[in-house]
């Protein structure tokens, strides 16, 4: 079974401070993905990556970084945590062209 | 922009009836759909997928059915349990090279299903 793996379920952080939301991936995936869930929002993208050290903006990258070191692991940074990041993250990972997988989620609060 | 969305933002079923859950697309281009169910405290899993070359395609207990002519696509649940109470996504690919690279996803349907 494909497994993504976040490294934690809930989050609570202050204002400012620079959070790191982790995600590993277990099924040799090409491309991985960050995304935010907000009620009556759906779904958005925040940040993809398609290969080791690559990465691409999605649609709402404003505050947020990623890094992906190695094939398996792909993070996103807050620089400087806000109230209006306080959300459900959700990871992704998939091979070119095919399904994505996600993980649990981490929900995160700001206060 | 383009977009992708549900006609109902919640649907609820007695157990044993079908379920058809609908969304409309607005990118004629887009040419690979996906349906996801999350349950609560979940994270989205994967039910079915059809690609613009078909008009429909089965799974177990799950028919998804794409009309390109309207940019409708819907999933059918046959013979609903409780376990189908989900919220229901549908998402269509976005990127150049097609498949799933980036996906635009619905905001999701409320499916419960009454015992």
């Known amino acids: 079974d494909v497994k993504v793996t976040q490294s934690s379920r809930y989050l609570v952080k202050r204002t400012g401070e620079k959070v790191f939301l982790e995600c590993v991936q277990d099924?040799?995936?090409?491309?991985m993905f960050w995304y935010r869930q907000d009620p009556g929002l759906g779904l958005r993208l925040i940040y993809f990556?398609?290969?080791?050290?690559?990465?691409e903006k999605g649609d709402i990258p404003e505050g947020y970084s990623v890094s992906r070191e190695k094939k398996e692991r792909f993070s996103l940074i807050l620089e400087s945590a806000s109230t209006n990041q306080t959300s459900m993250y959700l990871c992704?990972?998939?091979?070119?062209?095919?399904?994505?997988?996600f993980g649990a989620g981490t929900r995160l609060s700001v206060l | 922009g383009e977009s992708v969305g549900l006609h109902l933002p919640t649907l609820s079923v007695q157990e044993g009836d079908n379920s058809i859950i609908n969304c409309a697309y607005s990118?004629?281009?887009?040419?690979?759909f996906i349906w996801y169910k999350q349950e609560s405290g979940k994270g989205p899993q994967f039910i079915i997928d059809?690609?613009?070359?078909?008009d429909k395609r089965q799974g177990q207990r799950v028919t998804v059915l794409l009309n390109k002519t309207v940019k409708h696509l819907s999933l059918q649940i046959a013979a609903t349990q409780p376990g189908d109470s989900a919220v229901y996504f549908c998402?269509?690919?976005?990127?150049?090279?097609?498949?799933?690279?980036?996906?635009?996803f619905g905001k999701g349907m409320k499916l419960t299903v009454n015992p």
């Open positions: 992704a990972s998939s091979f070119r062209g095919s399904i994505q997988y």
């Open positions: 099924m040799d995936h090409e491309n």
């Open positions: 990556s398609y290969d080791v050290k690559m990465k």
């Open positions: 990118n004629s281009a887009s040419d690979y």
């Open positions: 059809i690609r613009s070359n078909m």
């Open positions: 998402a269509e690919n976005s990127g150049p090279q097609g498949g799933s690279e980036k996906l635009v």
